[in-house]
C-alpha cells in the first residue's frame, strides 16, 4: 500500500471514532438526576429570603 493511503485511511478512522465519541457522550445519560433531590449540590450553607 501507498505510504498516502495508509495516512488518510488513519486520519479517516479517528475522525470517526472522534465524531462516534461526540455522539455517544450527548446521549448517555449524564452522572446527576436534574432533579431537586440535591444529590449533586450542598445548599445547607446557602441563606434563605423572603419576600413578604
Do not use: H, P, W
Not at 488518510?8 to 465524531?19: C, E, G, T
Not at 455522539?23 to 431537586?36: D, H, L, M, P, Q
Request: one cysteine or more.
Amino acid at each position: 500500500m501507498n505510504v498516502q493511503i495508509i495516512l488518510i485511511a488513519i486520519l479517516f478512522l479517528s475522525a470517526l471514532f472522534y465524531v462516534g465519541r461526540l455522539i455517544y457522550n450527548s446521549v448517555t445519560a449524564k452522572k446527576s438526576c436534574g432533579s431537586n433531590c440535591k444529590c449533586g449540590v450542598d445548599f445547607s450553607q446557602v441563606e434563605i429570603k423572603n419576600k413578604n
